[in-house]
């Protein structure tokens, strides 16, 4: 069985500086780790994945997580927030043994960015 | 994504209704999805297809039922709407449905049942 749990419902950041959205991840088998965002009134965009390759993983926007398998951790982050960051992010694992995976998510981070 | 489209956008029912939302994609991919977002809780599974003859359930099926017309269109049925059905729901596709295997969202079906 697979699981995620993002540790923090709401993050509030001043435009400028650090982003740390926290999620750690259980899983059965070598997972695939998603970070997918929402915007207000979007679909769902991906933001990154890690998929057994480099465990530092850079995505779209400036943002980058790293898988650190003894932790079971999958962190995102970005050095710089931008207004244009506000929205709700999701944790996302794939176990990682068959071709009918699918995906769990976790119950997501609102990201408040103020000027 | 534009490639992936669902139809309707909004819509609102009343109990006891009978609904489908309909999903089509451009992207040529065999598998597809249907999720729900509930505040609070996330996006959680309802129902998956890996190719037209193949429908499995996902965490939360019951209520629901879905039809694969063919390899581009899937779609969500409600034969009995009730209020606690009220979410936004999304479809996902994928090109091979194995980990690590990236899912395109369309965007979204905000839906109301009175």
């Known amino acids: 069985a697979q699981s995620v749990t993002q540790l923090d419902s709401h993050v509030s950041v001043s435009e400028g500086t650090p982003v740390l959205l926290r999620c750690n991840y259980s899983?059965?088998?070598?997972?695939?780790l998603f970070w997918y965002v929402q915007h207000p009134n979007k679909g769902l965009q991906l933001l990154l994945k890690y998929t057994s390759a480099a465990t530092l993983v850079k995505g779209i926007n400036g943002f980058e997580a790293e898988f650190k398998k003894s932790e079971t951790s999958f962190h995102l982050t970005k050095p710089s927030a931008h207004m244009s960051d506000a929205a709700e992010y999701f944790c996302v694992v794939s176990d990682g043994y068959s071709g009918y995976s699918t995906l769990t998510f976790g119950k997501g981070t609102m990201l408040l960015v103020s000027p | 994504d534009a490639d992936v489209t669902q139809t309707p956008r909004n819509r609102i029912t009343k109990t006891g209704k009978r609904i489908m939302l309909e999903c089509s994609q451009t992207k040529g991919h065999d598998r597809m999805y249907w999720y729900r977002q509930d505040p609070g809780l996330g996006l959680r599974l309802i129902y998956y297809?890996?190719?037209?003859?193949?429908?499995n359930k996902g965490e939360i099926s019951d209520g629901y039922s879905v039809s694969r017309q063919a390899q581009a269109k899937f779609s969500l049925s409600l034969e009995s709407a009730i209020p606690n059905q009220t979410a936004l729901y999304f479809c996902?596709?994928?090109?091979?449905?194995?980990?690590?295997?990236?899912?395109?969202f369309g965007p979204g079906t905000r839906l109301t049942v009175l």
């Open positions: 996902a596709t994928s090109e091979r449905g194995g980990p690590g295997d990236t899912q395109y």
């Open positions: 899983s059965s088998y070598s997972p695939s």
């Open positions: 297809s890996f190719d037209v003859k193949d429908i």
